[in-house]
């Protein structure tokens, strides 16, 4: 069945979004299609609305102005640290914990030369130049553990002036989480970041 041109290249573009094939955009464009004109105008306005979006001047994460209101918090402004992390979805995972009080900074990705990503498709040297600018004294990679992001870390910390102390998050078993079920670079991340009790 040829499905109209309207609903064709909705699919298609839908289809764009990662973790959606073809199917699924088809039956997401259809649920759609039986939505109220009124709340479809709305979706559809809000999606076009993402095109105005605007990112911190200073970390990379969405602002509706210039800065974000974790650059202009005073209070971590002052906590002389700084989270490095690959992407806004990470530095939104560390806001959610509510646990770090400390400035962020997203780099937009990690070093991979196979896939034309080098220091300079990413904010380097902005951070390097934050670092300086805000007095930073410890600064925490919050990157991925893979070869990629291990590879990032260590270009970072040639970089990183030597009077500032570098730390990585640790890794390993999750809570709640079964050594059986694990894969062994896991477990193996795990030992390595063991702690005295």
């Known amino acids: 069945m040829e499905l109209p041109t309207i609903l064709s290249e909705a699919i298609v573009e839908f289809s764009k979004l990662p973790g959606i094939g073809e199917r699924t955009a088809t039956r997401q464009m259809l ?20 095109s105005e979006l605007k990112y911190c001047q200073d970390c ?16 971590r402004k002052n906590s002389g640290t700084i989270c490095v ?9 560390i806001e959610r914990t509510e646990h770090y009080k400390g400035l962020l900074h997203v780099l937009g990705g990690v070093l991979n030369p ?17 670092i300086r600018k805000d007095q930073i004294s410890e600064v925490i990679l919050a990157v991925n553990p893979s070869l990629e992001g ?22 390993g078993i999750p809570i709640g989480g079964s050594l059986e079920y694990l894969d062994s670079m896991t477990i193996g991340k795990a030992l390595e970041n063991k702690r005295k009790l």
């Open 85 to 93: 992390v690959e992407s806004v979805t990470d530095a939104l995972a």
């Open 60 to 75: 990379g994460l969405f602002s509706e102005v210039e800065f974000c209101h974790i650059c202009l918090n005073e209070e």
């Open 31 to 50: 649920h759609l299609s039986n939505w109220d004109k009124i709340d479809l105008l709305k979706f559809g306005e809000s999606i076009k609305a993402l």
């Open 150 to 171: 291990d590879a990032t870390c260590s270009y970072l910390k040639m970089y990183i002036p030597e009077s500032v102390a570098v730390e990585r998050i640790g890794f």
């Open 114 to 130: 196979l896939m034309g990503v080098g220091p300079e498709q990413l904010s380097v040297k902005k951070l390097i130049d934050r």
